[in-house]
């Protein structure tokens, strides 16, 4: 298989202009699939388990079965993350990412069209699981390409602010999914239940028209064309054996693979009480209306526009582990306070906090980590590392949901046990951001040359 690449951009207003072109691209792109993800995991914590898992005896075991599914597409994301993390390295990110793009896409669509358990039985609930593993093995590989165009396209000074755009479009897709569920879910619980959570996902087919146009328009970065070139010239058969881009990152790259791994542990421990385990306490052990929960974390996630750019732009200046450091400690000191405004049922308080706790604590170490994760790995190896970094944290990440519902279901809804989980988690995540090399100045064309 052969790789071909347009020229790069010869002059800087060239280059300015791609680097615009790419970071749109991945906003736009991301925003697509992140939006099909999110509306699986609103849909679990609302309407799949009496949909699909019926329990009329006790409704949270339904629940617990349908975040079991939500965790399902978490074990695919790793495999994910290898195929297209090779085909990526290998021969380009542009074709992977158009790839994972359509098989989210039809894999969402297909999920509106799924009988339920009252018209097929256990059948339903197996084609959800295969729907699901299809998602999350397109999600394996999509964070991180849509991350490498953003940031090696970026200019040198500007990678934090350039590579918060995919994290950018993270936060479209959740404000769309839930803002969707937001207004489905004012519909009475017959219509709800019968056809109305099929409209988020039947919508899909018209994002995913609009991410594969702007996608079909990347060209492939400069950081990957000059390794190419460099390829090229390499004559010697066993030097580019050890090149394969799995094997040179378990060789070469394992630290900060693991750095970059805990890291995600972190952050998306703290990011899924927010997205899907604050609804599920509201709407099992709260009087709290459940459009309020998805207003607030609509409202949340449009404040972590601005947040995750100014914090990936602020990295730029003082560094990409300050930040990092910085929200790991803001997210430990308010996932207390959080369960305990949810509980109090105060509607006001209930909005302030969702918009702290996701809008800074998630924005501050989630806005940086697609610089800081490129920048600690080579062009070569790049796409599989910073996609194994995000993908195999997710095999635990994945069952968080159900662990936290298996957890309220066992102690009555008292979220103290899941507050301090999360919190070991976020303090990981800190000490492997304190471990790790600041990259914010580092030639990223560079990384790894010194193993080569």
């Not at 008292?414 to 471990?435: E, K, M, N, Q, R």
Request: hydrophobic share 50%.
């Amino acid at each position: 298989m052969t790789n071909t690449t347009s020229p790069a951009p010869q002059t800087p207003q060239e280059r300015a202009k791609l680097a615009r072109r790419a970071a749109i691209a991945s906003l736009v792109g991301t925003a697509v699939e992140w939006y099909d993800y999110f509306i699986f995991g609103t849909a679990s914590a609302l309407v799949f388990g009496p949909l699909f898992f019926p329990n009329p005896d006790d409704p949270i075991l339904g629940t617990l079965s349908a975040f079991a599914v939500f965790g399902v597409g978490f074990v695919a994301r790793p495999l994910g993350a290898v195929v297209f993390g090779h085909f990526g390295d290998k021969f380009g990110r542009k074709v992977a990412l158009i790839t994972t793009l359509m098989l989210m896409g039809v894999s969402t669509f297909l999920i509106g069209l799924l009988p339920t358990a009252d018209q097929i039985g256990l059948w339903a609930a197996a084609m959800l699981v295969v729907l699901r593993l299809a998602q999350g093995f397109a999600v394996g590989g999509e964070w991180g390409g849509a991350s490498l165009v953003a940031v090696e396209y970026a200019p040198e000074n500007k990678r934090g602010a350039y590579g918060s755009f995919p994290q950018i479009g993270n936060a479209v897709g959740l404000v769309c999914s839930t803002a969707i569920f937001a207004v489905i879910s004012l519909l009475p619980d017959e219509q709800l239940f019968s056809w109305g959570w099929r409209i988020p996902f039947l919508l899909s087919a018209v994002l995913i028209v609009v991410g594969l146009f702007i996608r079909f328009k990347l060209t492939e970065t400069p950081s990957f064309q000059a390794a190419q070139a460099r390829l090229v010239t390499e004559r010697d058969s066993a030097k580019a054996k050890e090149k394969m881009p799995l094997a040179e990152l378990f060789k070469n790259f394992k630290k900060p693979l693991l750095l970059a791994m805990g890291m995600r542990l972190g952050e998306a421990v703290f990011g899924y009480i927010v997205l899907t385990i604050g609804l599920t306490f509201v709407e099992n052990y709260t009087d709290i209306p459940r459009t309020h929960v998805l207003i607030a974390s609509s409202i949340a996630a449009g404040f972590a526009i601005y947040t995750y750019y100014f914090f990936g732009k602020y990295s730029d200046r003082i560094g990409r582990r300050k930040v990092f450091i910085g929200g790991s400690l803001f997210g430990a000191a308010v996932v207390f306070p959080f369960f305990w405004i949810l509980a109090a049922e105060n509607i006001l308080l209930m909005y302030v906090i969702y918009t702290l706790a996701y809008a800074v604590g998630v924005g501050a170490v989630y806005g940086v980590e697609p610089a800081f994760f490129s920048e600690l790995f080579g062009t070569k190896v790049r796409y599989t590392g910073v996609s194994l970094a995000a993908q195999i944290p997710s095999i635990l990440i994945g069952f968080w949901p159900m662990l936290a519902t298996a957890l309220f279901a066992a102690t009555d809804g008292d979220p103290w046990p899941i507050a301090a989980l999360t919190v070991v988690s976020l303090g990981i995540g800190l000490l492997c951001a304190y471990l790790a090399p600041e990259t914010n100045r580092s030639n990223i064309d560079e990384v790894g040359e010194e193993v080569r």
